[in-house]
């Protein structure tokens, strides 16, 4: 009897251990992705269809830069350093947000961590070749059902994410993307960093440049699942919005769901319902007077269920 | 009673438990029906070129009042094969079936799985051009930025507007 106690505590420290170490990857994947230069194809899978883009990622003297561009379908760029982004849009790059607020860096703190583990059983489930290169492979299985599970395949090198799926309650694919090549370090192109720095002359509006303003909208979230806590509350420019938006971030550390409120302006584009792309879904509705627009990582019941709970509580 | 001869023929009773059973088959003809309908079931789902043909008159006349158990399209049926796919052989064999075909899909198995989830999802109204502005806002704060950078643009629509 005391040996299969001691046989259970031994077992339950492995499990702890084995946890701990499937998020220890989580930093060294966030790291990777912020201090590696690569360049590289991936395509990207989600409700039955295919895109494939190339990727550049720098670091230089003042900051990342990175590339985004779609090898198929119509001509798409997108291009961000320091928290802004241009996309090509009829024809020129066009700035698009600026966020100066942008505190990100370094990811996963501590408290992000432990936020995370009371949501998600972290499990290393193998390892995996992916465009070459050997993986780990990391599985985020939810503890409920208003989030999705998360698998990654980091490359055991240099710590790059090489392969992402979000999955739903079924395991099924909700999306999925995949580096089918990819060039770690060593040359790679920066002919066109200068091209589009923030100091160029690239056409940009003046609200857009102010980016947001920390607030305190007095907005809040009734119904929120377990383990998502504030990240960001701002006062933002909107491209095409006449007026500044509320935008209030939650984050479980994997995903996040970002809630806006703006005065309802009538308009045809404020129909309210439900739509979606990949693990991305969208909820709009007009609650006397004003447009509630939630989106996030996180499937339609979830969105929905924010969205409902949404009330003015007061500065 | 089914219960046991379920477990018995997964050969998961111990010798004197399943001799006593056995012994108790051959005395009851109720559980030596369910005994022989099991069997039957169990080689139906293999789908044998045959099927044996050496069945009591009883089990024929039932099996003739349903005749298609791997043809799910009915209640009457479903519930059959509910009560009865707990026997050993047949769930055995369903399992091997499903693995069989699932190892068939594999290598194409995503558009199968999206076809499927489009189904399932309510959502599956693609998010909207206009809208792709929220998308943007979102993704700047959103961690999969710290995972993938900035391949998670690609799921803001078109990388942007069309330039409303």
């Known amino acids: 009897m005391k040996m299969r106690a001691a046989l259970c505590g ?5 499990a702890a251990n084995v946890n701990a170490e499937s998020l220890d990857w989580l930093k060294i994947v966030a790291f990777a992705a912020h201090q590696t230069d690569y360049s590289g194809v991936f395509v990207y899978q989600y409700d039955n269809r295919i895109e494939t883009s190339r990727i550049i990622h720098v670091v ?8 985004l561009e779609s090898l198929d379908g119509p001509k798409r760029k997108i291009i961000r350093h320091h928290g802004q982004v241009w996309c090509y849009i009829n024809n020129k790059m066009v700035q698009v947000d600026s966020q100066q607020v942008r505190i990100r860096f370094p990811a996963f703190l501590p408290e992000q961590i432990s936020t995370l583990s009371a949501n998600y059983q972290a499990e290393q489930i193998g390892v995996a070749r992916v465009a070459g290169y050997s993986s780990q492979v990391i599985l985020f299985e939810p503890k409920d059902n208003l989030r999705y599970a998360h698998k990654i395949w980091a490359d055991t090198g240099s710590g790059l994410l090489l392969k992402a799926a979000v999955l739903g309650d079924k395991d099924q694919i909700i999306e999925q993307y995949t580096f089918t090549q990819l060039q770690i370090g060593g040359n790679i192109d920066r002919s066109w960093i200068g091209t589009t720095a923030p100091d160029s002359s690239l056409p940009m509006s003046q609200e857009l440049a102010k980016g947001g303003t920390p607030v305190n909208s007095g907005w809040t979230v009734g119904a929120l699942p377990a383990g998502f806590k504030k990240t960001m ?8 919005k006449h007026t500044p938006v509320t935008q209030i971030v939650f984050s479980d550390g994997l995903s996040a769901i970002s809630v806006f409120i703006e005065p309802d302006d009538g308009g045809e584009d404020n129909v309210g319902g439900l739509s979606s792309r990949g693990a991305v879904n969208l909820y709009h509705k007009v609650v006397a007077g004003q447009l ?14 924010v969205l409902d709970s949404i009330r003015y509580k007061g500065k | 009673m089914k219960k046991e001869i379920s477990t018995l023929m997964d050969g998961e009773l111990f010798e004197d438990e399943a001799e006593g059973l056995l012994n108790q088959i051959k005395r009851d003809s ?8 099991y069997h039957l079931i169990g080689d139906i789902l293999r789908q044998p070129e045959h099927i044996h043909c050496d069945l009591s008159a009883k089990v024929r006349e039932r099996m003739q009042d349903e005749p298609v158990v791997l043809a799910p399209r009915g209640r009457e049926v479903k519930q059959k094969m509910r009560t009865f796919a707990l026997s050993a052989a047949a769930s055995l064999v369903a399992v091997g079936v ?11 198995t995503f558009p ?5 989830q489009a189904a399932l999802r309510p959502a599956s109204v693609q998010i909207k051009p206009q809208s792709s502005e929220y998308l943007m806002a979102h993704q700047e704060f959103s961690p999969s930025m710290d995972m993938s950078g900035g391949a998670a643009y690609i799921r803001t629509v078109a990388y942007g507007t069309d330039g409303k």
Request: hydrophobic share 45%; no cysteine; net charge negative.
């Open chain 1, 10 to 14: 031994l077992l339950l420290a492995v």
């Open chain 2, 112 to 116: 199968q799985m999206a076809m499927q």
């Open chain 1, 233 to 240: 509350e701002i006062q933002r420019p909107m491209r095409g």
């Open chain 1, 60 to 67: 230089e003297a003042d900051g990342e830069y990175e590339k």
């Open chain 2, 30 to 37: 109720d559980a030596h029906k369910d005994w022989e309908i």
């Open chain 2, 98 to 108: 499903v693995a069989w075909m699932s190892a068939q899909i594999a290598p194409e």
């Open chain 1, 292 to 305: 509630f627009t939630v989106v996030g990582e996180v499937p339609a019941r979830t969105v929905i269920q």
